[in-house]
């Protein structure tokens, strides 16, 4: 076989996906499984289908419409706002995007119409990572106007913190997001589907509450491809931490000095810190 290569091991993802799934589903709270950092691949997609997860979310497209185009029987969720030149492939290959612009909505609506489907949303709320998601605020006046939209159901609200600006999902987050869930039911008289607090991230706040309140939804990547909870770079109990493995031959190996000696000009290989490498 080639090297390098990277061995992916089905069984161990399919294994931390079930984990997971009945863990967070103890409490109430469904596990949609993450592919971006897979780039949706159908073999991954089928372990977590297989380790009984119903709904898959990508940050692209093009992985959605693979996975889809590949069989994979699951509810897609494009999880980042669309690009407008791309909203028309959302709603054909999507069930549900997360969007905070009213603008790329309308264009999702349009095609909608056009292409005689439903298309459902979930608003995404800022809470304080900066990432994406509209101003508390703002918010009354954009379920307003979404729920008005032809070809739009509104679905749910998210957030999702430790993302952009390192803001971690504690029970304040969490209580301030079902607050407001609780405030757009009330006033529009809807039921929101899913009230998703975030992401691996939530892992503790999830461990520690003793109320998750409205929350029912986590989009989960990291968790279940590399068994840790990625606020504190923990292993997660009972969860394979080993599901890729690098091979690689080594080709030199020799003790050398610790730093560079000489005139120092532009670096060719800039030291990855989040890179770990096994050497087996
Ligand atoms: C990537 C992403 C996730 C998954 O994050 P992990 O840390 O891999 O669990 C969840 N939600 C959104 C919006 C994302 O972009």
């Known amino acids: 076989m080639t090297v390098p290569r990277l061995e992916i091991e089905l069984k161990k993802i399919g294994h931390n996906v079930k984990e997971l799934r009945d863990l967070f589903g103890y409490k109430g709270i469904s596990v949609t499984a993450v592919t971006k950092a897979v ?51 959302v709603v054909r290959y999507a069930d549900i995007s997360l969007n905070s612009e009213i603008s790329v909505m309308k264009q999702l609506s349009k095609y909608a119409v056009e292409q005689g489907k439903n298309h459902k949303v979930v608003l995404m709320v800022e809470m304080g990572d900066l990432r994406e998601g509209i101003m508390p605020s703002d918010l009354e006046k954009t379920v307003e106007e979404t729920i008005h939209l032809e070809s739009i159901s509104l679905v749910g609200i998210g957030t999702n913190l430790a993302c952009y600006g390192g803001i ?54 990291e968790a279940i491809l590399l068994g840790c909870d990625t606020l504190h770079r923990r292993e997660i109990p009972n969860l394979y931490t080993n599901t890729f493995t690098l091979i690689g031959e080594v080709i030199e190996l020799k003790i050398k000095p610790s730093v560079p000696y000489g005139e120092v000009c532009k670096m060719l290989l800039a030291m990855c810190p989040s890179l770990r490498i096994r050497v087996i």
């Open 39 to 89: 780039l949706g691949s159908p073999e991954i997609a089928n372990a977590l289908v297989k380790g009984g997860i119903s709904s898959i979310g990508d940050s692209r497209i093009a992985n959605i419409s693979k996975m889809r185009k590949a069989g994979i029987k699951a509810q897609f969720i494009l999880i980042r706002t669309p690009m407008v030149s791309e909203a028309a492939d």
């Open 168 to 221: 971690k999902p504690n029970e304040e987050k969490m209580q301030g997001l079902s607050s407001i869930a609780n405030d757009i039911q009330n006033r529009y008289g809807i039921k929101l589907e899913i009230v998703s607090g975030g992401n691996s991230a939530n892992y503790e706040w999830f461990m520690t509450t003793d109320d998750i309140g409205l929350i029912n939804n986590l989009c989960i990547g």
